[in-house]
């Protein structure tokens, strides 16, 4: 991400008001490529930065952005040539290809190749030879699918991902736009976040053989990711022993993590996509470098900083529903954790999930916030008519109606309904949110954070006052009990010591008398 | 949330929550409850899941708001949200799992502490056809309810009949729970969402025993104005009639 940042601080100065519709498309393109995230310090300062495609291009370049319809069958997607259960493919990729160059296309090239440079220290890079033996794997399968796809195009996307993003990269950005054609996905997602790491994949291996405390809460979950799916059905198949192993392995690599729910749907997304070496490969980069792992730390903070800054966004861009929602009582944390904690790939359709993921890999995770407000803008009227309940049930289970079509099953793909996934992914494009909101969204979060600290300090420091004062007032009650009875017993003397003196004097009185 | 309130017509809400470790079956007592479905292998529930009953209790009109929480620890810090308001909590647990009780034992706790003093706290102790011919079980329970039900036609037979899996031996003896659930003051009931035994009864017995007169003058109160417990015609299809079982209140304890 620091190649981004340098890019941006490039655009700027030459073209200070279109630097912000220029930069969107290629900023989409520079994925997290560090391979010590946690430890490089620009990275994480700069992580919000750069990484949410700037989306004022759709209001000006309108022509480029037109959607096109294309209807998906729900199980597309499936790798043919690496997963055996794999299904019919109705995934096209119809764009190959975009057309008009970035006018800053020389600064970003500039600024990826050094940054190019530093990284072929860092990471073996993966040699041509593999990459082109898994294309010529991809290629041989010959489905449906494989003869539309533009194989110059993407091959040599997948050559040399980084270089290429540098290059082409209003090409490749629209390209993503338009979807990965399915069968190459899985190499693709590798290559945008720079996964491939044997010495990870050797970790792996040696995780494989070791237990971890978290195997029994996996083992109860295996069944329960994706139970429709017929790669995961089966308990004893192939599926699920990968999705143990992925989850295992990371419970060990982690343990500060361990083993969350929500996370097997994440590595089943993965597995759908790669075998299970390279899915743990791409489970670890996600995890650290795009921070999806503060999603499943113990008190989940980034999970809690995206549902604040989702209802930041739900306030600036819908604030008549997010009025609605106020009044109705809905919290974004009753239907968006489920989103963000799984990437929405709970119960949502693959051929959507797939698209979101592009996205997410291609751009940063911050792209979820995109498809969520889209998602909201687009059934806006309707949820405006709801009622709290109806609301979270329309949330549930009818917010992808409005991208649904109904569609004839063909002999391939039985299915009767498609997705306009083109439609949906533009709108999310569309959405005007920009790193420097959610940058203010997060600075916001961390006032907030802190206020909520400072608070709960001071509530600490007064209840610890209140206790030390408490125990000086039982002290003081304690004295002043001892004191009363002192005093009582003085006056008990006194008084006696007065019935003597007048006994003495009545005494007296009569001696005298006598 | 007050709001909410308005959008069922003249019947009586009364919030609940689901609590209990991950896997005992929370998500598919309720979805015995309100569909009277099964699923063999239910997504783990991520974060919460509402969902809404009604049902008839006498002459009134109860519309159960169902907070369906997620069980793992990961997620505990969320259910404060979900509990802070309900006015019945179902804690579940897992017969063939003895750990599973102490967590509910540690929820109920909680929610003693945390939650509405007047909240009307069950027991469940779910999966219960998993013991059901196991000799473990020290006071048999002979419940078949699933037939009773009025709306069985969702429920196929297939369901009911597939054979229960594996590791099927009872870990927590009736007694025990029962015993501790009269201490603590709790309903106490052991269910399977899968055949459906119990489940009518554990939202009958909360039924009873919500302080509804309570719960009107709150409603009222907060501005939702709603004629109490006016039988509606308008509830013929999709409510449980919690009447219908009540002849047989069976093993239902301290009500």
């Known amino acids: 991400m620091t190649a981004d940042v340098t890019a941006a601080r490039m655009t700027e100065s030459p073209e200070d008001t279109d630097a912000r519709v220029e930069l969107r498309p290629l900023e989409t393109l520079m994925s997290p490529t560090s391979s010590e995230p946690a430890t490089d310090l620009d990275i994480v300062d700069d992580a919000r930065f750069s990484v949410v495609p700037l989306s004022a291009a759709s209001s000006d370049t309108p022509d480029e952005m037109t959607p096109i319809e294309e209807t998906v069958d729900i199980t597309a997607g499936l790798n043919e040539s690496r997963q055996p259960q794999s299904e019919a493919n109705g995934h096209g990729a119809e764009n190959g290809g975009g057309s008009t160059p970035s006018r800053n296309g020389a600064q970003f090239l500039l600024a990826r190749l050094e940054h190019q440079k530093e990284r072929s220290d860092t990471l073996p890079a993966r040699s041509s030879l593999d990459v082109q033996k898994d294309l010529e794997r991809v290629q041989q399968t010959g489905d449906a699918e494989a003869s539309t796809i533009d194989w110059d195009f993407w091959g040599e996307v997948v050559a040399d991902y980084q270089t290429y993003a540098a290059d082409h990269s209003e090409q490749l950005a629209r390209a993503i736009e338009a979807g990965i054609p399915s069968p190459l996905r899985g190499l693709i997602w590798q290559q945008m976040c720079a996964s491939k790491d044997p010495a990870l994949e050797q970790l792996y291996a040696q995780y494989l053989k070791e237990t971890s405390p978290h195997e029994r809460a996996i083992k109860r979950d295996l069944g329960r990711t994706f139970p429709n799916h017929a790669f995961f059905t089966d308990g004893s198949g192939v599926g699920q022993g990968n999705l143990s192993n992925v989850l295992k392995a990371y419970s060990l690599h982690d343990p500060e993590v361990g083993y969350c729910q929500g996370l097997p749907f994440v590595v089943a997304v993965l597995l759908l996509n790669m075998p299970d070496e390279e899915a743990f490969c791409v489970l670890v980069r996600l995890m650290y470098s795009y921070d999806l792992r503060g999603h499943f730390l113990p008190e989940m903070p980034s999970l809690q900083l995206r549902m604040f800054q989702f209802d930041r966004l739900l306030e600036e861009l819908l604030p008549v529903l997010h009025v609605h929602f106020l009044r109705q009582g809905v919290k974004s944390s009753m239907f968006c954790s489920q989103w963000f904690l799984t990437l929405f790939s709970y119960r949502w359709p693959l051929p959507i999930v797939y698209r979101i993921w592009d996205n997410c890999l291609a751009s940063g995770i911050e792209a979820i916030f995109g498809f969520s407000i889209a998602l909201l803008l687009k059934n806006e009227e309707a949820l405006l008519n709801l009622k709290f309940d109806q609301i979270l049930d329309f949330l549930k289970s009818k917010i992808l109606d409005c991208y649904t079509v109904k569609r004839e099953p063909t002999e391939e793909d039985p299915s009767t309904e498609g997705y306009l996934v083109d439609e949906f992914v533009m709108d999310a494009f569309r959405t005007r949110i920009t790193p420097f909101m959610l940058d203010a969204y997060a600075r916001e979060y961390a006032d907030l954070l802190q206020a909520r600290e400072a608070h709960a300090a001071e509530m600490d420091s007064l209840r610890n006052a209140n206790r030390s004062l408490t125990a000086q007032v039982k002290k003081l009650e304690d004295s002043l009990a001892q004191l009363d009875r002192e005093h009582c017993d003085i006056v008990k003397e006194l008084v006696m010591q007065r019935i003597t003196n007048e006994e003495l004097e009545t005494e007296l009185v009569r001696y005298k008398l006598l | ?255």
Request: proline letters at 3%.
């Open chain 2, 1 to 255: 949330m007050a709001d909410a309130a308005a959008s069922a017509d003249k019947s009586i809400q009364v919030k609940l929550v689901l609590l209990g470790e991950a896997a005992v079956g929370k998500s598919s007592v309720v979805l015995r409850f309100v569909s009277n479905e099964f699923q063999a292998n239910k997504e783990p529930t991520i974060g919460a899941a509402f969902l809404t009953q009604k049902c008839r209790l006498e002459d009134r009109v109860l519309r159960y708001e169902i907070w369906d929480t997620a069980g793992q620890e990961r997620f505990h810090s969320l259910a404060p949200m979900y509990y802070r308001n309900a006015q019945a909590a179902v804690v579940v647990y897992d017969v063939t799992k003895a750990a599973s009780l102490d967590k509910a034992k540690s929820w109920v706790k909680e929610l003693q502490r945390q939650a509405n003093p007047h909240i009307v706290i069950a027991l469940a102790g779910n999966k219960v056809d998993l013991v059901n011919n196991a000799a473990a079980s020290s006071s048999s329970t002979t419940e078949e309810t699933s037939e009773d039900e009025p709306d069985d036609a969702t429920a196929t037979p297939a369901e009911l009949a597939q054979a229960a899996s594996g590791d099927g031996l009872r870990a927590v003896a009736r007694d025990e729970a029962q015993a501790y659930a009269t201490e603590a003051g709790l309903l106490f009931f052991e269910t399977s969402a899968k055949t459906g035994e119990g489940i009518v009864e554990l939202f009958t017995e909360i039924a009873k025993k919500i302080p509804i007169e309570h719960i009107l003058a709150s409603t009222r109160g907060g501005g939702a104005n709603r004629p109490g417990g006016a039988a509606s015609g308008s509830n013929a299809q999709g409510n449980v009639n919690l009447d219908a079982n009540n002849q047989t209140p069976k093993n239902a304890c301290n009500c």
